[in-house]
């Protein structure tokens, strides 16, 4: 008995500083005009106080539309940076600074440089997941919701260099019928879905819809009914009349899922450990409530990045869009290594 007031306490205490908190954050927001964009992958509670919610493409774009000067960007820190290579004029806040990624690491500048050096002639394709740096020296940028699309405006006569995923480029590749040069990089976290975990599930499930992020293994993908993005996925739980839907990404995407469809069973696929946690992304996760509201209170941290840099990484990001939109681009004709 003892334990469960104990417990129930607990409860109440937590709730009540979940319920502060959000009042904290949205008396910040009116008293400083400032926006919130979260990613699908953070947690429940951050996904519901932020004005706009989706993936990296989503938040790029919409960092751009909103009219505030004060953004707020619930996700991992090259998302933010990519708002303020666009944004110049706007002040752009992360809750944790730490919250990295696997691929932003995994493919260091100078080994980036190094890659595109050896292959001058080459147009690169970089993934969003990459650093500030690396997009000064990537001729476009894609994100998994476009870079189907990017990858086909490219030229039939040009070879193409795809980094970091390798996943997304083989998938692509296959997709596209495109070689591809892959940077050997891989998200930490879509990496870890079994394949052989997915067949055993799929046995036990077999009117399930099977969806999954093409960050992961293409022994994983081959069992996937819908490839796509985070809001593709989203849209496929939504719109497929479907009742049972087994999801190979994020558990960040739970969330808005079940609020879409509050009658669909959401099954995570499996990874090798069962036991790990390893469907969430740590980075993700290290964004908090409490977080939020400091970051919202003090305007700090903030992603700064030096103009020039700025500069040469708007290029890529330029590209990406005017091409998301339709647009013809220019495309040069070899690689010549910018001073950062």
């Not at 947690?43 to 493409?57: E, L, R």
């Not at 940077?183 to 879905?193: I, M, S, T």
């Not at 497929?240 to 739970?254: D, H, L, Q, S, Y």
Request: proline content about 6%; some cysteine.
């Amino acid at each position: 008995m003892i334990f469960k007031s104990l417990s129930s306490a607990s409860e109440f205490a937590k709730s009540s500083g979940m319920l502060n908190s959000l009042a904290q954050i949205q008396r910040l927001k009116k008293e400083k005009n400032a926006v919130i964009l979260a990613h699908f992958y953070e947690d429940g509670d951050i996904q519901d106080v932020a004005d706009h919610v989706g993936d990296s493409y989503f938040l790029a774009k919409k960092g751009q539309e909103v009219e505030s000067q004060l953004i707020l960007l619930a996700g991992v820190v090259f998302m933010a940076e990519s708002v303020k290579i666009l944004n110049p004029q706007k002040k752009v806040l992360v809750p944790d600074l730490g919250a990295g990624c696997s691929l932003v690491s995994g493919a260091p500048y100078e080994k980036y440089l190094a890659w595109r050096l050896a292959h001058p002639e080459a147009i690169c394709a970089t993934y969003i997941n990459s650093s500030a740096e690396v997009k000064a020296i990537s001729d476009v940028i894609v994100t998994s919701s476009n870079a189907a699309k990017i990858v086909a405006a490219i030229p039939k006569d040009r070879p193409i260099l795809f980094g970091p995923d390798q996943h997304l480029g083989r998938w692509l590749s296959q997709k596209l019928q495109r070689p591809m040069t892959m940077w050997p990089g891989a998200c930490e976290v879509h990496v870890l879905f079994d394949a052989k975990r997915l067949a055993a599930l799929i046995e036990l499930h077999p009117d399930a819809v099977v969806i999954a992020h093409p960050e992961c293994d293409q022994l994983v993908l081959q069992f996937a009914h819908v490839v796509g993005s985070t809001s593709r996925l989203l849209e496929e739980v939504e719109k497929n009349p479907a009742k049972k839907f087994i999801v190979a990404t994020e558990t960040g995407i739970f969330h808005q899922m079940k609020k879409n469809r509050p009658d669909a069973e959401l099954i995570q696929a499996p990874v090798e450990d069962g036991t790990c946690g390893c469907n969430n992304c740590p980075y993700m996760k290290m964004n908090t409530l409490d977080k939020v509201v400091k970051a919202l209170g003090s305007e700090k941290p903030e992603v700064t990045i030096p103009e020039k840099l700025r500069k040469l990484a708007q290029v890529s990001l330029d590209r990406m869009m005017a091409i998301t939109n339709d647009q013809k681009v220019e495309w040069p004709e070899r690689f010549i290594s910018p001073t950062l």
